[in-house]
């Protein structure tokens, strides 16, 4: 369904040229923060990309038109609609809102899916979804994307008021290599570590694309998960978010909130519980994210470049 596709010229031209293109995701716009933090934090995405040399692509679901590289006045148009006029959009939606010619926000699953479509190989992002705390039962489609697109998603690791120890666990079941930049264990998206295992350092851009160039040559149609500690200067205290974290999602057990409802609860009652440090916290993480994504892009541009030549 090539029409239901379109680019920007700046990306158009980008992926025409093999440049290094990152995905961004929109949920974060409509869904993710008030205004007018959401459209600062997506031009300061966008602008962390391009400084380093790389070309972003935010991505949303304009009357039923994937749209792969929003402008400005675009992101504007989104911010305004928010969650009452978006739909947020993973897997099962996105026939949804293309078939009915609705707008929809992607998420992770649905950047990815989007992005693959589009040919770009890298998409950064805040952190991705996993398994609730206490319903093991509920698994983001985040996860299984992961096993099955092959993108190089770049994230914080998993939202930290997910149940980590199990999200491992699904991505192991999935066949998704996690990867720590810089770092020996799993970042815990507010916090720089988990003090989790994971299953391979990477301290550069170079590192990540080999793997990604050897996992494409394997034919493998799986993601890869490159994790990145928040920057030091923003990081909450790993006792400080948990405490935040287990009372938000106690309350949460005790209104009955379940299913897609938890997580937009849970964050919106850290971010009070923590006097909005977790925001900054998640601010940082996803324009140093995009940041490290661009260095990665980039590195798998030049390599391409070369094996091409």
């Known amino acids: 369904m090539k029409d239901a596709l379109v680019f920007s010229e700046e990306v158009a031209d980008a992926l025409a040229n093999y440049q290094a293109v990152v995905a961004l995701e929109s949920t974060l716009i409509t869904h993710g923060f008030a205004y007018p933090a959401n459209v600062a934090t997506a031009l300061a995405m966008e602008d962390a990309i391009r400084a380093e040399g790389a070309v972003p692509a935010t991505i949303a679901v304009l009357d039923g038109r994937i749209t792969v590289g929003l402008s400005r006045e675009q992101i504007e148009m989104l911010a305004g609609l928010g969650q009452a006029g978006v739909r947020k959009c993973s897997r099962r939606d996105l026939p949804i809102v293309v078939g009915l010619r609705q707008h929809g926000a992607t998420t992770v699953a649905g950047t990815m899916i989007a992005a693959h479509l589009a040919g ?85 851009p170079e590192e990540v694309a080999a793997i990604v160039a050897a996992r494409d040559a394997l034919g493998l149609e799986h993601g890869t998960l490159v994790t990145v500690p928040v920057p030091e200067a923003d990081a909450l205290p790993m006792d400080e978010a948990e ?19 938890v997580t937009p609860f849970v964050l919106a009652r850290v971010l009070e519980l923590t006097g909005g440090r977790s925001q900054a916290a998640n601010i940082a993480a996803l324009v140093n994210n995009a940041r490290v994504g661009a260095q990665i892009a980039v590195a798998l541009a030049r390599a391409f470049k070369t094996e091409g030549a």
């Open 120 to 204: 770009i190989k890298v998409f950064a992002t805040g952190g991705i979804g996993g398994v609730h705390r206490g319903h093991p039962q509920d698994i983001s489609a985040d996860l299984i994307e992961l096993g099955r697109t092959p993108i190089t998603v770049v994230c914080a690791g998993a939202k930290s008021i997910l149940d980590l120890p199990l999200t491992l666990e699904v991505l192991e079941t999935q066949g998704v290599p996690v990867l720590g930049y810089g770092t020996d264990t799993l970042p815990a998206f507010y916090s720089r570590s988990s003090g989790l295992p994971i299953d391979q350092r990477v301290d550069s």
């Open 243 to 261: 405490r935040a974290i287990e009372q938000a999602t106690r309350e949460a057990d005790a209104q009955g909130i379940h299913g897609k409802d």
